[in-house]
Structures are given as C-alpha cells and as structure tokens.
C-alpha cells in the first residue's frame, strides 16, 4: 500500500480545501484525522471521501491512545496538523476548548509523531515531517505601518492565538530538544469555500442574503489581511514539501483591508449576482439596498487593531506567490455561497450566527 500522510482537521475549513488540493496534485493516499466538532463536517468532503486514497478517522487530536494506534496503524509519512479550535470570539466565551485541543492535542500529534518516528529505519526518518499550521495572530496587532516578519517578538492578545502560540514553542521545542523534523507557517486571514458562517466574510454574506443586519465590530477599521484559502493551501504545500526543517514561513498575500472595506466590497458583489430588488428576504422588509444592513455592534474584547503579513521569506525560498487577487476572489466566494446554500444549511445546525464572544 503507498503510503499516506496524515491531514488533522481535514473537515474543516482550510483542512478540506488542503484535502482536495492534495488530492488533485499528487497520488498521496491521506489518512483525515477530525473530531468532527461544530465546525468539522464530512460533506465539506463530499465525493472526495468515496476514494480509496482517502481513509477518515473521526478521532480527537487530544486523545493519546487513539492517536498512537493511528500512527502504529498507517505509518505516515508525513503529517500536517490543522485541527483546532479557530474562532476568536469563541475562545472569549470558553478558553478551556482552545487549550485542551490547540496546545494538548498539539502536543500529543507531536509526542506520538516522535515516538513513531524514533521507530524508523534512518531513510525514513529523513523523509519525515510534520508540519504544523498557525497563524498570524501569534504576533499580536500592528500599529498604522509594519509587516509581520518571521522574527517578529510573539505577543498574543486572545486566548485563541495564546493557544496556538504555545503550540509553536512546542513544535519548536521538539525540533530543538528532540530533533523531530518540523516546521511551521503562519498565515494570515483566510477566505473562500466551506469557511464556516461564523467568520467575518460568510457571516456578513449570510446575514444580506436573509435581509439581517451585517454586524461591524466597534469603528470597522480593524485591518486584516485576506488570502484566497487555495493560496493558503499551495503555500502549506510547499512549506510542506519542500521548507527547511525549523524553521517558520509567514503565508500572506499583502491585501489589507479594513472590516468595512471589505463588507462594502461583498455586499457590492452580492448586488451585483444577486440584486437587492430581486431578493424577497429584503423586499419583504423594504429594504431596497443590501449597505442598509451594515449594523455597528459592541466591539471585541481585546480586538487586535491591525495585521499585515510579510511573505517574502517563503516568495523567495520557495517560489510561493499568490494566485487569486482579492478581486477574483472575493467574486469566486461570493459566488460559491450563494450556489452552496444547502452546504450552509447543512453546516448550521447548533449555530444561528448569533453573537459570539461578549460572555466572559
Ligand atoms: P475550522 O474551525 O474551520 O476547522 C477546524 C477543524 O478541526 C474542524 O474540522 C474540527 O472538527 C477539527 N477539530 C477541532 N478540534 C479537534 C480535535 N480536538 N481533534 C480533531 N479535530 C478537531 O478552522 P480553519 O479555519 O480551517 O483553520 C485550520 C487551521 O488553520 C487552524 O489551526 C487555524 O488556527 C489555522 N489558521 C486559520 C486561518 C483562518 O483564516 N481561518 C488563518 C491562519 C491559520
Ligand atoms: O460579525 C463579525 N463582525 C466583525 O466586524 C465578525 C465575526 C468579525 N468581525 C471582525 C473581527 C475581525 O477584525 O472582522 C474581522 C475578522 O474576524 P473573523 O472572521 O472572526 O477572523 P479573525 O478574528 O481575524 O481570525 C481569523 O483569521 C486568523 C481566523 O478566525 C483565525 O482562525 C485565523 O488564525
């Protein structure tokens, strides 16, 4: 049997576009490792799981036996971790979820990884990684200028990125002290396909296509900066494939846009697939212009002002570069959403896309 690399949280967002994208650029077999939480959902995964290259195992990244069993099952080659809690504002309300899966289940993928690995004949060794997937949120918020760098001073705000910054130092850690063959990226905000209707870009969609108020947290001037998820894939891939051991890679695509610019531009793209003075949702309440919705609500504690990453290490070691510009994005995800309704419906069972993250 080829052998296969294993794909944590690869019912989720980012994890299932990875899914798809190393399916169709390589003869991998993948081994999908998901507990399946509110945000994880096989039919993100639909036709793909009916391959025999494709095995899914519903198992939490936190739970040691079972992630021994599957390490001394299917021997990877390989692992990329993308499985965790990934919601700010969630991580206000409960903070226990982000440590038990972003720092314990980090840990354990990483503690079995090397107990495996220490298994192998020397050649494999050599052919093993295990790549671990963060974000930039790690390094805290910029003020008006600046860039993320890859040596930028970790400094998180939220519990969310306090989660995943004590899991690098923890890969880091397992490269330095036991030479386990890893390294990490750090991207920037994501969007496109089967991203769950709690982040900002399907929330604000959702939210106009049903004539409901688009929230904007505090003043909307918070800047974020956007890349199409495939790019955030293709990066992962490369890092994956081909990045130097130890070392870390920003994955960022140089699109800085306030939280207003960047509902203002959906809302504009959904007039134009979708005209407000064809949608029943808003004529039924009079509404005649889909910017009528935008609504500012109560800020987010500990709101990180601005994010902007610097991707030139990984440009220049790698040959990385974006595909899509925010434009042809942005259109291909509006798109997407509004001919996936019944992937949305599907995915919102526990969740009506009320407010998050005021509790504590
Ligand atoms: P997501 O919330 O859409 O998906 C997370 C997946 O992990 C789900 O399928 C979920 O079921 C699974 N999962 C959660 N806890 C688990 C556990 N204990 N065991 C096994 N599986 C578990 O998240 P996403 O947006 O796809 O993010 C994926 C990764 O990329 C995360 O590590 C996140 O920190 C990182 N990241 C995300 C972004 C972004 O913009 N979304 C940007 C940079 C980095
Ligand atoms: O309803 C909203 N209104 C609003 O103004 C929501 C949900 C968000 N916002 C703001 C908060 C942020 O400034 O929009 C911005 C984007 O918010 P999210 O979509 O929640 O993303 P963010 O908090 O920036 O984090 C995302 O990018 C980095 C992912 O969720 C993380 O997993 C990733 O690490």
């Not at 296509?209 to 490369?238: F, S, T």
Request: hydrophobic share 35%; aromatic share 12%.
């Amino acid at each position: 049997m080829k052998q296969s690399l294993f794909i944590t949280g690869g019912a989720g967002f980012i994890g299932s576009n990875f899914v798809r994208y190393v399916f169709q650029k390589t003869d991998l077999r993948m081994v999908i490792i998901d507990k399946l939480t509110y945000a994880g959902h096989k039919v993100s995964l639909a036709g793909i799981l009916k391959s025999p290259r494709v095995k899914f195992e519903k198992v939490d990244i936190a739970d040691t036996v079972a992630i021994r069993r599957l390490y001394q099952r299917y021997k990877p080659v390989g692992v990329v971790n993308l499985a965790a809690e990934s919601h700010v504002d969630r991580s206000i309300d409960s903070p226990g979820d982000f440590i038990e899966t972003n720092i314990v289940g980090a840990h354990v993928m990483l503690d079995q990884a090397l107990q495996f690995w220490k298994t192998l004949p020397r050649a494999k060794q050599k052919k093993f990684r295990f790549l671990h997937v963060s974000t930039d949120e790690v390094y805290g918020s910029l003020g008006k200028t600046g860039l993320f760098k890859e040596t930028t001073p970790y400094s998180p705000n939220s519990p969310y990125s306090a989660s995943k910054a004590s899991a690098d130092h923890l890969v880091r850690a397992y490269y330095e002290t036991y030479g386990l063959p890893a390294l990490i990226t750090n991207c920037s905000n994501n969007y496109g396909p089967y991203q769950f209707p709690e982040k900002l870009i399907p929330l604000a969609l959702l939210n106009a296509m049903e004539g409901k108020n688009v929230p904007i947290y505090g003043d909307g001037l918070n800047v974020r900066d956007w890349l199409y998820v495939e790019d955030h894939c293709a990066g992962i891939w490369q890092a994956f494939r081909r990045g130097r051991l130890g070392e870390k890679y920003n994955i960022g695509g140089r699109n800085e846009r306030t939280n207003l610019e960047v509902v203002d531009r959906l809302l504009d793209a959904l007039e134009e697939f979708y005209p407000a003075a064809r949608n029943p949702a808003l004529l039924r309440k009079g509404i005649c212009c889909y910017h009528e919705l935008k609504t500012f609500v109560h800020d987010r504690p500990g709101h990180d002002r601005r994010y902007a990453i610097d991707a030139s290490k990984i440009r220049r070691e790698l040959n990385w570069k974006p595909k899509y510009d925010y434009e042809s994005g942005i259109r291909r995800t509006v798109r997407w959403y509004l001919e996936h309704l019944d992937w949305c419906r599907a995915v919102q069972t526990t969740y009506q896309r009320e407010r998050l993250g005021l509790k504590k």
